[in-house]
Structure formats: structure tokens, C-alpha cells
């Protein structure tokens, strides 16, 4: 029903038209109509829109379909939903990309540890590579294995800690200088509404050291935001 209120942006192939076409631009450029075909014909029904609302799951393709990475990095696995969503991405726009994602090992204790559940949304999907590690030190020793010719994609998962994301953010831009890194959970809300806005403080101090080499964007109307940052 929803796809009657707008024209279909699909191929005959059953693909999707890329919407980055326009690249004689000097400024963040998809084609909005196609992106938001993708996500709510074909992304919503497979991976909903929790914890990743509609804004930011446009973010996440139009991130992909720009920057056509070879690589993306993602850890804090969980059950596999943002690999999933970055391979749906990869699939439907037919970008040549692999997607590694990476969990605590078993026997380290994690409040959001998932367990036998680890993955399942991305079970059996071989473009899809499940590692038990450390996420920092399993993508850069991946990075130096493949050493890949093209772009590469971090996934910050903020998880409300001011430290662990400026320690990723600062970590992936002195080892991976041209990478592009989205950032979850980043919402700024004035003091008065308590809100932990630890995520967005390190990215703004991690910019302040390195902000004329890179531009942000941010989904910043509420709860619980993204940024991308990549180089300029």
C-alpha cells in the first residue's frame, strides 16, 4: 500500500536506481526520493525501525550508496540488525562490499551481551563475517590483511559512553585517515533535560582536534541521533 503513494524508483531488475549519481558536487548529494523507497518498501519490513528510526536508516543508505565502501566494520554485534542493514543496503544497490561484524567473545561479561543470539538476524549470509574480538583491534588487523583499495566504513555504536567513542573515533582517524565513521546515539538536548550526551561531547571534542579535515553531518531532531563524519 505504501509504495502507491509515490513512484516506484525500482529497475526491472528489481534493484533500485543508485541514487548518488550526482558526483560533480562538492557537497553530500543522494537522490532522497530513491532512498526513501529503499527504506520503506524493502529495509523496514526486514529490520523495523528500532533502535534505528526512519532518519536514521536514510543516514545509513545514503552513507553506503555515497561512499560504495569495500569494507564495513560494525561491532557490538548484538543480533546482527545494523549488519543487516548495511548488507541489505550493499545487496539491493549492488555495491561490492563486505561486512564484518564483531562481539565480545563468549566469556566476557557485557550488560547487552547476546549470547546464543549473537547474530541471528545475519545468520548464513555469506557476505556477512561474525568475529569474537575486540572490535577496534580485530577491523585494523582486518585493514592490514586486506589492505583495501577502496573506501572504508566504521560503524560507532555510542552506547551513551562519552570515553569508548572518542577513544574509536580518535583510534580509526590516526590508523584510517579517509575513513568514513557513522556515529549512533550522538542527540544533543540542552542540560535541563538530562539527557547523557556523552557520544555527541566526543565527537565535537575529537572534530575540534581534526574538524577542518572533515565534515559532520548529524540527524539531530531527537532521540537517539547519528553523525557521519568523513574527509573533505
Not at 509504495?3 to 560533480?24: C, I, V, Y
Not at 541471528?120 to 592490514?144: N, P, T, Y
Request: with cysteine; glycine share 6%; aromatic share 10%.
Amino acid at each position: 500500500m505504501l509504495n502507491k503513494l509515490f513512484k516506484s524508483q525500482k529497475l526491472r531488475s528489481g534493484k533500485f536506481e543508485d541514487p548518488a549519481k550526482n558526483l560533480n558536487c562538492s557537497e553530500f548529494e543522494v537522490n532522497n526520493w530513491i532512498v526513501s523507497d529503499f527504506v520503506v518498501n524493502k529495509l523496514v519490513p526486514v529490520v523495523g525501525f528500532h533502535p534505528f528510526p526512519l532518519t536514521e536508516l536514510m543516514l545509513m543508505t545514503a552513507t553506503v550508496c555515497r561512499f560504495k565502501p569495500e569494507l564495513i566494520f560494525e561491532w557490538g554485534t548484538n543480533i546482527g540488525k545494523s549488519a543487516r542493514i548495511f548488507y541489505e543496503i550493499s545487496k539491493t544497490f549492488d555495491i561490492k562490499t563486505e561486512v564484518h561484524s564483531i562481539d565480545l567473545p563468549d566469556d566476557v561479561f557485557h550488560n547487552e551481551h547476546p549470547k546464543n543470539d549473537r547474530g541471528r538476524m545475519v545468520k548464513g549470509i555469506k557476505e556477512v563475517q561474525l568475529h569474537q574480538a575486540d572490535g577496534l583491534e580485530c577491523s585494523l588487523g582486518l585493514i592490514k590483511q586486506k589492505a583495501p583499495k577502496g573506501k572504508v566504513l566504521f560503524f560507532v555504536d555510542g552506547d551513551h559512553s562519552y570515553e569508548s567513542v572518542k577513544k574509536e573515533l580518535e583510534t580509526i582517524l590516526e590508523h584510517v585517515p579517509d575513513a568514513v565513521v557513522l556515529l549512533h546515539d550522538t542527540f544533543y538536548q540542552s542540560e535541563e533535560a538530562k539527557y547523557n550526551v556523552g557520544p555527541h561531547k566526543a565527537v565535537k571534542e575529537v572534530m575540534a582536534k581534526h574538524g577542518e579535515k572533515y565534515t559532520v553531518l548529524s540527524i539531530n531532531m531527537g532521540l537517539p541521533g547519528m553523525s557521519l563524519v568523513y574527509k573533505k
